[in-house]
T-cell receptor
Framework: ETGVTQTPRHLVMGMTNKKSLKCEQH?????MYWYKQSAKKPLELMFV???????ENNSVPSRFSPECPNSSHLFLHLHTLQPEDSALYLC???????????????FGPGTRLTVT | KQEVTQIPAALSVPEGENLVLNCSFT??????LQWFRQDPGKGLTSLLL?????REQTSGRLNASLDKSSGRSTLYIAASQPGDSATYLC?????????FGKGTRLSVIA
């Protein structure tokens, strides 16, 4: 266990559905991240939050909407997704984001999303 | 734009062998480099983090080296075991958050 939990672990949704992914970290970290892992592609950063404020949006389509109500919780709201959005979505946290000191990132187990 | 390449893409070795995984990156202005392990369908587990000022880090049978000027890192695994079978990912952090390679899929055969 890394101290980062994600729910649900598996999700199947139609293109017209609205769903949300949840991430919670129990490490007292200030930064949280959403990543997308597709088959045969490198892990892609989607969003970064630092102290509840979004500091990075890596050109993610608006059908993905993040929410960070506090430094321990991170959500990814999904609506009108496409089949190519099917992937493993990983949440991570670190003490601080991207400083020259370089804090380790701790990952959750991921949510396997299938869009039909 | 930072790009990370890992070679080989897949590797199969008999149990007990020592092996080396390679990682290269295009922009040497990094803060740190991190090696992760990922089991099928699971999240990532951090193995080693090397600061830009460091040359290597060791943890048990794992040793990671960093040559920032040439944009290269290696992960050395000693006396490999079947439990080491997984995908190993290299990631670098610079002015942008972590940029990952595609990984090396390792199989250790008993």
């Amino acid at each position: 266990e890394t101290g980062v939990t994600q729910t649900p672990r598996h999700l199947v949704m139609g293109m017209t559905n609205k769903k949300s992914l949840k991430c919670e970290q129990h490490l007292g970290h200030n930064a949280m991240y959403w990543y997308k892992q597709s088959a045969k592609k490198p892990l892609e950063l989607m969003f970064v939050y630092n102290f509840k404020e979004q500091t990075e949006n890596n050109s993610v389509p608006s059908r993905f909407s993040p929410e960070c109500p506090n430094s321990s919780h991170l959500f990814l709201h999904l609506h009108t997704l496409q089949p190519e959005d099917s992937a493993l979505y990983l949440c991570a946290s670190s003490q601080e984001p991207g400083t020259s000191y370089g804090y380790e990132q701790y990952f959750g187990p991921g949510t396997r999303l299938t869009v039909t | 734009k930072q790009e990370v390449t890992q070679i080989p893409a897949a590797l199969s070795v008999p149990e007990g062998e020592n092996l080396v995984l390679n990682c290269s990156f295009t922009d040497s202005a990094i803060y740190n480099l991190q090696w992760f392990r990922q089991d099928p369908g699971k999240g990532l587990t951090s193995l080693l983090l090397i600061q830009s000022s460091q040359r290597e880090q060791t943890s048990g049978r794992l040793n990671a080296s960093l040559d920032k000027s040439s944009g290269r890192s290696t992960l050395y695994i000693a006396a490999s075991q079947p439990g080491d079978s997984a995908t190993y990912l290299c990631a670098v952090e610079g002015n942008t958050p972590l940029v990952f390679g595609k990984g090396t899929r390792l199989s250790v055969i008993a």
